[in-house]
């Protein structure tokens, strides 16, 4: 499956998908469109006439999208993410075998589970589980970053959303457009069948309903698993890599798409019990290819995903060894500094990146935002301006150029990517952060009220907790600028309700109040703003606002 936009970009002819046919996933459904690929290439193998659904939201982190087990399930698979790669099996005379050759060969412990009989009409790899002693149904699916258990059987095993222990676990997307709240919650076990067992787990759970699993066990498990799907015997065999089983990092609204995250882990979900302490030796042919660069910056990345930080610097700074003309060897390197607050040294590796290869458009967003952090703005806007030039109009580096074209206050590009990445990204979970940016940047510009308005009420009818506060704060903003004075102040008060004590929020509602001609209110306000915030007043004035 692919996205729309990335469709669009790669020129592929667009049909519909058949009759009745949609997807669905956590965020909700979606009703996607069919396109053929003339010649799909998979290592070195072109592939004629490959089909792809088209729709839903983006993958993320560059990727275009998902590769599906109607591909898959015409082999047997291995995930070995932990050194960042994916073997594909065809077996003969195997059905009664033991596939997990490498447990055997490093004496590890290891798990057996059936699986769903597989398909070319029912292709997903399910099987089962416990949670407390309660059997579910579990969906293995790589294409998902985090794996969530619904709500519903979270209760059926005893725990509510608002039970003891259960914390914010923030947003978190699928294929569909919706953005769903998730939660954090502890659970006394949580088993496979036949298999390993977590005790005293937590785990992320959301109200999802994605009607033929209750679980979906996603690639945070198989980034602590080394994992064997044998279609050919209906089996699914794993043995455990080291460090935290599920990432339980809380997942802002904003970025909830995505697939990677610059934050820490918050959270633990614990190690197996029965294969914590076991790490499975190196095979000599492992051992023999550590050296190549390739390989090292392949485990690096995987190391990082599972927040093993320094490993993934020390594998990265071995491959730059070996190929120190590789542009992707420093940009990995440079996020990994990045996420270890190395900033420096990060910046330096995206120079050299970019160095070797100016049109890189990952490194050079990822440069523009550090420059942001360092109020260098002159230079960010430059790399903005460098990926604008080389970057395709439907690219999803769109929607980050937009937020910080923001943040380096050019509100009109804002404009410019948010106009861009919305119009081909109609069916993405993160289309509403994206209009609810357009509607602030309209709004600081006093341009196009109209449309801000509009952007503004969709933003708003869409966002929760938290974010709902900063869409109020921008559509009273719209709305003070309208003339409506009456309504920005409501909007006002709901956000502050939200958020007390903001300097922007109370400013404006007392610009909003004075306009309106109570003087003692608006007076009031604007002077606990400026308490707050002293630069507060300064801010408006250079937005056109003053009492």
């Avoid at 608002?162 to 954090?184: E, L, M, W």
């Avoid at 030796?281 to 599972?306: F, I």
């Avoid at 109009?393 to 948010?418: C, H, N, P, W």
């Avoid at 004075?485 to 309700?497: E, G, M, Q, T």
Wanted: charged share 25%.
């Amino acid at each position: 499956m692919i996205s729309s936009a990335a469709a669009d970009e790669f020129k592929l002819k667009i049909g519909p998908a058949p009759y009745g046919l949609y997807v669905r996933g956590i965020g909700g459904t979606s009703n996607p469109s069919l396109a053929t690929a003339k010649v799909f290439t998979l290592a070195h193998v072109d592939i004629p006439h490959v089909e792809f659904l088209v729709g839903g939201s983006q993958a993320g982190n560059g990727t275009i999208g998902l590769l599906g087990q109607n591909f898959l399930v015409n082999w047997n698979v291995e995930y070995d993410l932990a050194k960042g790669m994916i073997r594909i099996f065809k077996d003969t005379g195997c059905s009664k075998q033991f596939l997990a050759y490498w447990a055997l060969e490093g004496h590890q412990p290891y798990t057996v589970t059936n699986i769903d009989n597989v398909t070319p009409r029912t292709p997903h790899a399910i099987g089962h589980a416990y949670i407390n002693g309660q059997k579910i149904r579990v969906l293995f699916d790589t294409g998902a970053f985090a794996s969530v258990l619904s709500t519903k059987e979270a209760e059926r095993a005893g725990v509510k959303v608002d039970s003891a222990g259960v914390v914010d676990g923030g947003f978190t997307t699928g294929i569909g457009r919706g953005v769903v709240k998730s939660y954090i919650a502890p659970f006394s076990s949580f088993k496979f069948a036949d298999g390993e067992e977590i005790k005293n787990a937590r785990l992320r759970i959301a109200d999802i309903n994605i009607g033929i699993a209750d679980m979906i066990i996603g690639g945070d498990f198989f980034l602590s698993h080394r994992v064997f799907i044998a279609n050919s015997q209906d089996r699914l065999y794993f043995t455990y890599n080291g460090g935290p089983v599920f990432d339980l990092r809380k997942i802002d609204a904003k970025t909830a798409a995505l697939a990677s995250s610059e934050t820490s882990p918050e959270d633990s979900a614990g190690t197996p019990a029965d294969t914590a302490a076991v790490e499975g030796k190196p095979s000599e042919n492992e051992t023999k290819g550590s050296e190549d660069a390739a390989a090292l910056a392949r485990r690096g990345t995987a190391s990082a995903g599972r927040h093993d930080y320094d490993s993934a610097s020390a594998d990265l700074t071995r491959a730059i060894a070996l190929e120190p003309n590789n542009p992707d060897y420093y940009y990995e390197r440079g996020r990994v500094l990045w996420t270890n607050k190395e900033q420096p040294k990060a910046m330096a590796d995206f120079d050299r990146a970019i160095e070797l290869k100016p049109d890189f458009v990952r490194a050079l967003i990822s440069r523009a935002e550090l420059r942001l952090n360092a109020r260098n703005v002159p230079d960010a806007r430059a790399d903005l301006e460098a990926i604008d030039r080389v970057a395709a109009k439907q690219d999803d580096v769109r929607y980050e150029m937009g937020f910080a074209y923001e943040r380096a206050d050019v509100l009109a590009s804002a404009i410019t990517q948010f106009d861009l990445w919305i119009a081909s990204h109609g069916e993405d979970a993160r289309k509403f952060y994206a209009i609810g940016g357009r509607c602030r940047a309209r709004a600081m510009l006093g341009q196009d009220l109209s449309a801000a308005l509009k952007d503004c009420n969709d933003a708003v009818s869409h966002s929760e907790g938290k974010n709902i506060a900063a869409m109020l704060d921008n559509r009273a903003l719209v709305r003070l600028r309208l003339g409506d004075y009456n309504k920005a102040i409501s909007d006002y008060d709901a956000s502050l309700k939200i958020e007390p004590n903001r300097a922007w929020t109370l400013y404006g509602r007392g610009l909003a109040k004075l306009k309106k001609g109570q003087g003692a209110a608006g007076e009031g306000d604007m002077a606990e703003a400026i308490k707050i915030g002293p630069n507060v007043a300064e801010a408006y004035k250079q937005i056109g606002l003053v009492p």
